[in-house]
C-alpha cells in the first residue's frame, strides 16, 4: 500500500483530505516534517503563502533531496503555489522554485475569495488529467500561479489560470479534491496509478 505523508503546517483541518487519500487506497500520516520513506509528500491548501512558505523552506535542502530520488509531491491550492518562485501575500516571500512564476491576486474585477464549482480543461493530456476534461472541480482561493510555464489543466474565474500543474515528479492542483465530489475522486485514482507506476 502506498504511503502518502501530509505535512501539517500548523493549521488548518486535515482530516478531509487524508480521508480522501485513504478511500483511494493510500496509508497516510500526518507529520510536522518530511520523511523520505513516503510514496508521495503532500502540501495541503491551508494557511497563508509567506507562513507556509517559510516552514516549508526550513527543510528545502531536504525537500529538494527527496525530489531529486524519485519521492512524488502532491501540493494542493496553496500547496500547488508553493512550488513557485514567489508569492505576494504578506509581501514578497520566496517559494521552492520548483516551477517559475509568481503567485499573486487574481488581477480581475471578480468578487475574492473565489469560492465554488468551476469547469476545469485539459491544456495537455497526461496520465493524471485523464478523465477530467470539462469537468467541474471547487474552488477556495484568492491567487493564482502567473506562468510561463505550460500547465496541464487550466480553469477561468475573470482570467484564465492553472488549475493544475505537473513537471517530473511533481504535481499541484489550484482545486481542492478532497472537496471536488466525483471530479477530486478520478483525479485521486489518476494519482495513484502514478504513483504505482
Known amino acids: 500500500m502506498p504511503t502518502a505523508l501530509i505535512i501539517n503546517y500548523g493549521v488548518g483541518n486535515l482530516f478531509s483530505i487524508s480521508s480522501s487519500l485513504r478511500r483511494v487506497g493510500f496509508e497516510v500520516k500526518i507529520k510536522e516534517s518530511p520523511e523520505a520513506n513516503s510514496d508521495l509528500i503532500v ?21 529538494n533531496d527527496m525530489r531529486k530520488s524519485g519521492i512524488k509531491f502532491l501540493g494542493v491550492c496553496l500547496g500547488l503555489q508553493i512550488f513557485f518562485d514567489k508569492g505576494t501575500e504578506g509581501g514578497d516571500t520566496k517559494g521552492l522554485s520548483w516551477f517559475s512564476g509568481t503567485v499573486d491576486k487574481i488581477r480581475a474585477n471578480v468578487k475574492l475569495p473565489h469560492i465554488g464549482w468551476d469547469r476545469i480543461y485539459e491544456e495537455k493530456k497526461t496520465e493524471l488529467s485523464e478523465g477530467l476534461d470539462g469537468r467541474y472541480a471547487y474552488f477556495v482561493h484568492s491567487y493564482v500561479a502567473y506562468t510561463t510555464e505550460s500547465y496541464i489543466m487550466k480553469s477561468y474565474y475573470g482570467i484564465e489560470f492553472p488549475a493544475m500543474v505537473e513537471k517530473d515528479n511533481v504535481v499541484g492542483t489550484q482545486f481542492h479534491p478532497e472537496k471536488s465530489s466525483e471530479t477530486g475522486k478520478i483525479f485521486l485514482e489518476n494519482l495513484m496509478r502514478w504513483i504505482k507506476r
Open 43 to 63: 502540501f495541503p491548501g491551508v494557511g497563508s503563502f509567506s507562513a507556509v512558505s517559510n516552514f516549508l523552506l526550513s527543510f528545502s535542502e531536504q525537500l
